[in-house]
């Protein structure tokens, strides 16, 4: 009988790569989009049930990095009271090198802790200091634009000239491109690292995120209609407009059905445009000699709400499309090069665990996940009998924690529970006959109900009042927007 031992599994380097907002369909389902991941999800170990911590970046990450749900410590980036796996992976003598194109998730919210070489662009783009805020003129323009929204009628026509002149003229894309951030991957890793060391590499691409900004050449491949850049900005900023202040699936009714397939389109192209990209850096990377003795795992901070539940983008909700992401392991050490469909229900709280495992480095006692070593490794044991996602702000990053906000889900393999209290709203939904979580059983499986709200009331016993607030400067606040 095969020994399946955690020491069996042992790696000398892991490579994390995760893109933002990446849907699992994309991946599990069109090989025309992610060709690339799917091929590595088919030769490698695919995990069909993995869950983000949250819907959004704010509340994924810390669940990725730190091994922590949202309403542990607060959620506007890492603080005292997280534990990274970089600290811990660098304290145990392994090297530690990341790259971020995000600023949620880069040095401004304390994501570089750990990390002895980062790049997230803050420093070059002057959004850590003052000399990147926003100009005299800016700051007059702002507050010039913030007088006229307040006038009824003036606002409406205000919107329809700037609109009308950016679809003319569209803003360069704010964050550092795919391309970009492969470029700057390679580079930093053959400088910084020797194929014979201990690491851990992080490299996180924004695409598929909005704005949308892919190559021609990938627009191409699924949009043949009459929308450019600056025409696909004009009607994103239109759904922008008319979100609510409690998302209620109505952000959807600003636009048809003509500009909700073009928006779908530069969804899949901006996929397309971020697996091709990650292609490269791999490629790259095995040339260089650096995953001859490698775990790559590739995943997304959270998904993507294409009008699935009548909104768009991410807002704070937890249906499937939004919490339900890839999770694909390919092993280059040859220890666990099989390909293999893992069932078993997982969480981004287990991401940490299972990198410090591969790396033979003790977890923090402060992480909640579990190493998913073991069923890397082909065991067929239940991972997890449920997992949970949260979060507790309207718009935004969120990041303080007020428990009168809460939107929070408990999966499990047949059924999720979600409770929203900014809608007062319970629901229950069957996930073997309803999928796409449209039929709201509460009321006929009471019982089933009943458990899962227990699971989630026992949880929520834990969660205390937080201010979490973060200082940032005006360009980086910009950026975000």
Known sequence: MQDNSITQIWMSNVVLISFDALRFDHVNDRTDVASFLHERAA???????????????????????ASVLPLDHGYAGLNEQHTSLAEILRDSGVETLGVTAQTSCSSVFDYHRGFEVFEDWIEHDGLNDD?????????????????????????????EVTQRYRERNPPDCPYPQAAEVTDTSIDLVSEHLDPGDDFFIWVHYMEPHLPYHPPRDCIESFHDGEFDIG??????????????????????????????????????????????????????LQSGGYLNEATLIFTADHGEELFDHGDFGHPPKLYDELVHVPLIVDDRSGTLNHAEDVSA????????????????????????????????AGATDTHRKHVIAELCHKSGLGGSVHPEQLVAAVRTEEYKYIRNRQLGSESLYDLQSDPLENVDLRSDRAEVADSLRTVLESRLEQVRVQRRDKEITDAAKERLE
């Open 43 to 65: 030769d490698g170990i695919r995990l069909n049930r993995h869950f983000s911590t949250g819907s959004g970046t704010s509340s994924s990450f810390p669940g990725i990095h």
């Open 131 to 159: 000399s990147g805020d926003a100009s005299a003129l800016e700051t007059l323009e702002d507050s010039f634009k913030r007088t006229v929204e307040r006038i009824p009628g003036v606002s409406r026509l205000a919107f």
């Open 231 to 284: 025409r696909m900005y004009r009607t994103i900023q239109k759904i922008k407009r008319v979100r609510p202040d409690v998302v209620q699936a109505t952000m959807g009714d600003a636009v048809g059905e003509e500009e909700k397939e073009a928006i779908r389109d530069y969804y899949a192209a901006a996929t397309q445009f971020a697996d091709r990209e990650v292609n490269r850096l791999v490629g790259e």
């Open 345 to 376: 229900l997982t969480s981004h709280l287990d991401l940490a665990p299972t990198v410090a495992d591969l790396l033979e480095v003790d977890p923090s006692p402060e992480w909640r996940g579990d190493s998913m070593a073991e069923l890397l």
